[in-house]
């Protein structure tokens, strides 16, 4: 992968890390599957599941250990963020919150792990391609939204009823009192609605994205600093302690990223879905 890499330059370099391992299921672009970002989203599901469950059974009433400390806060902290949020009472918001939260975080910090690490390793295993941060990839974040998109249909629904969830798409958000009122209203009221629940999936989806796709590239740039350049190049000396000194700030800012990142994804969640269930 490396010769690869240097064989097309910095740009070689930088467009074989930004490919996706793909296979297509048909003859139409839209019909690609990103194989990568399906099995670290997979890998990523099942490690959740593993040490949530573990430690759920394994749970103690008297001095916890340091993994159940923090899933304990976590959830506390999430839990506590749903009840202030989320007006009807539903033991389903809370997990979902959760689990959103813990797997949007594993598939950021998946940005942490070196750029040429794994990437190599599958080439040495004779992969050419491989992404492994699932929401660097902008069909796993659209399917995310998509996802949270059905669910505040579900839940608007559920909680108001055919007849009520269809006639605030055209009593919302202006209000007339007359019958005539409401009718002049009524387009301007759907055209608004509809761009609203357009919106929803679309800056879930776009600012997640967004910015794990950006803090993937800038890790590529700072590899880039020393690309090609041998231990015995002066180039090496010099810039090896710069690319060391940036790659060690950027990734203590990208900490910070990827948490607030999931965090802004789940409680984007929660106020929609929150929205969902408020009567106009």
């Known amino acids: 992968m490396a010769a690869e890499g240097d064989a097309g330059g910095m740009t070689g370099y930088i467009k074989h890390h930004l490919e996706h391992l793909t296979?297509?299921?048909?003859?139409?672009?839209?019909?690609?599957?990103?194989?990568?970002?399906i099995f670290f989203k997979l890998l990523l599901a099942?490690?959740?599941?593993?040490?949530?469950?573990?430690v759920a059974r394994r749970a103690t009433a008297g001095v916890?250990?340091?993994l159940q400390c923090a899933i304990?806060?976590?959830v506390e902290a999430i839990d506590g963020i749903v009840k202030d949020t989320f007006p009807a009472k539903t033991k389903f918001i809370a997990p979902l919150a959760l689990t959103i939260f813990a797997l949007v975080f594993l598939m950021n910090f998946m940005d942490m792990v070196p750029v040429d690490l794994l990437p190599a390793a599958a080439h040495a295993a004779g992969i050419p391609y491989l992404r492994v941060v699932p929401t660097a990839d902008l069909s796993t974040t659209v399917g995310m939204a998509l996802c949270v998109f059905v669910l505040i249909q579900y839940y608007a629904i559920k909680h108001k009823g055919v007849g009520k969830f269809i006639g605030e798409f055209f009593t919302a958000p202006f209000h007339a009192h007359g019958v005539i009122g409401k009718i002049i209203l009524a387009p301007a009221n759907l055209l608004?609605?509809?761009?609203e629940e357009m919106?929803?999936?679309l800056s879930l989806s776009l600012r997640l994205f967004g910015n794990m796709y950006a803090g993937e590239?800038?890790?590529?740039?700072?590899a880039c600093m020393t690309l090609g350049a041998g231990l015995a190049s002066g180039i090496t000396w010099v810039m090896a302690p710069l690319q060391w000194f940036a790659g060690f700030?950027?990734?203590?800012?990208?900490?910070?990223?990827?948490?607030?990142?999931?965090f802004i994804f789940m409680t984007l969640t929660i106020v929609y879905l929150s929205m969902a269930v408020q009567e106009h």
């Open 64 to 66: 916890p250990g340091k």
């Open 217 to 222: 590239l800038i890790f590529i740039l700072i």
């Open 72 to 74: 304990e806060m976590m």
């Open 23 to 37: 296979v297509s299921v048909g003859d139409s672009p839209f019909m690609t599957l990103n194989i990568d970002s």
């Open 199 to 201: 919106v929803r999936p």
């Open 46 to 54: 099942v490690l959740f599941l593993f040490f949530f469950i573990r």
């Open 249 to 262: 700030l950027w990734t203590v800012f990208h900490i910070l990223v990827i948490t607030l990142q999931a």
């Open 192 to 195: 608004l609605r509809l761009i």
